[in-house]
């Protein structure tokens, strides 16, 4: 009798000890679960099961591909099938499978390894904050913060994998270098709450203007460079900055006042202008300086070596009343060095 109460005893502390760990499980902060290779939950710790929001007691009896079929895994952002394969096949290789999911609003951290060679060890963790911390500070970095266009950074980021793209497997694309006639002016005159409220509306009109066609940059106070990158090269590029020319000279109110600024473009096109970042920027940057000094409010394209000339017929769409203008006439410089330029005539200087 005495050993039977013993005995008695000694399952009822290994009960407590089992309750004990259960509820321990239940309360830490990640989610466990541990599964058979074919994907049947064994045992799954509270905050896994309020995870995928299902009762394991009535789950317990599928496997993973049921699991899914049964839309468990749903909210996933890629496919629950291939993640379970390309996990059994890592860790039979004893290696660990890590990989971060996003699932609804949330990233969920992941970590399987083989348990006992038999089982997998599920632990999962919420990780949703660190990663919009880290996301928020990458914007930041790469974003002008008044305009939310690329900066200086973000864009030759962006710059460069267009110019890796277009190496791998050709194409054209265009850049169009701006700069704002009489920002200074408002600045100046308004203030410069009224130059940033100038600045935002700027932008978002570029952005309408561009559409899907490209990116843009801020990369001084008023100075902006856009890439188109549709392989339908000058005529895109040149549609673009039609559009802009017509966009961004409409009034801004500002307190009451309506405030006008116009812009000057620059255009260089890849290859024919140039193959690395660098050396587009500078001529098309060659291309705004010219469109600026022959008095603003003008589209001017960088005449590598005569290769480029625009002509109204061309691009009788956007440009049925363009003029066009050869600088070497006026300045003896060399044709196949200059630029050349094309002047809306509903614009003005």
């Known amino acids: 009798m005495e050993r039977l109460v013993n005995l008695e005893d000694h399952e009822t502390l290994e009960s407590r000890r089992l309750r004990g760990l259960e509820l321990a499980m239940d309360h830490l902060p990640v989610a466990i679960g541990i599964l058979t290779l074919e994907g049947k939950p064994v045992y799954l710790n509270q905050p896994f099961i309020d995870l995928y929001r299902f009762d394991w007691w009535q ?47 949330r990233v969920i951290a992941i970590h399987d390894r083989l348990l006992e060679g038999r089982f997998i060890l599920s632990t999962q963790a919420d990780v949703t904050a660190r990663v919009l911390a880290e996301r928020q500070v990458t914007y930041l970095a790469h974003h002008d913060p008044l305009t939310r266009l690329l900066n200086r950074a973000g864009f030759a980021q962006r710059f460069n994998q267009v110019i ?71 005529p895109s590029v040149l549609a673009i900055a039609t559009r802009l020319q ?48 022959e008095g603003r409010g003008r589209i001017c394209i960088y005449d590598g070596r005569g290769r480029h000339h625009v002509a109204a017929s061309d691009h009788e769409a956007g440009l049925q009343q363009a003029e066009l203008f050869d600088p070497s006439a006026e300045t003896g410089r060399d044709a196949d060095t200059v630029t050349t330029s094309v002047r809306r005539g509903g614009f003005g200087a």
């Open 59 to 105: 789950q317990s009896g599928i496997t993973f591909s049921q699991m899914i079929n049964k839309g468990l895994f749903a909210q996933w952002k890629i496919d629950p099938a291939g993640y379970f394969d390309q996990m059994r096949r890592t860790i039979l290789q004893d290696r660990p499978f890590i990989m971060e999911v996003e699932f609804g609003d």
């Open 164 to 234: 890796q793209a277009n190496e791998k497997h050709g194409g054209r694309f265009g850049v169009l270098s701006l700069d704002l006639d009489h920002f200074k002016d408002i600045n100046d005159i308004h203030g410069h709450a009224a130059g940033d409220i100038v600045l935002v509306e700027v932008a978002r009109r570029m952005r309408t203007c561009l559409g899907d066609q490209g990116f843009i940059g801020r990369l001084g106070g008023d100075e902006f460079t856009i890439i188109s990158t549709s392989d339908n090269q000058p």
């Open 246 to 293: 017509e966009s961004i000279p409409k009034p801004i109110l500002f307190e009451g006042k309506a405030l006008r600024v116009g812009v000057s473009i620059g255009i260089a096109l890849h290859p024919d202008n140039g193959l690395d970042r660098a050396t587009l920027l500078r001529n098309a940057d060659e291309a705004l300086y010219r469109a600026k000094r």
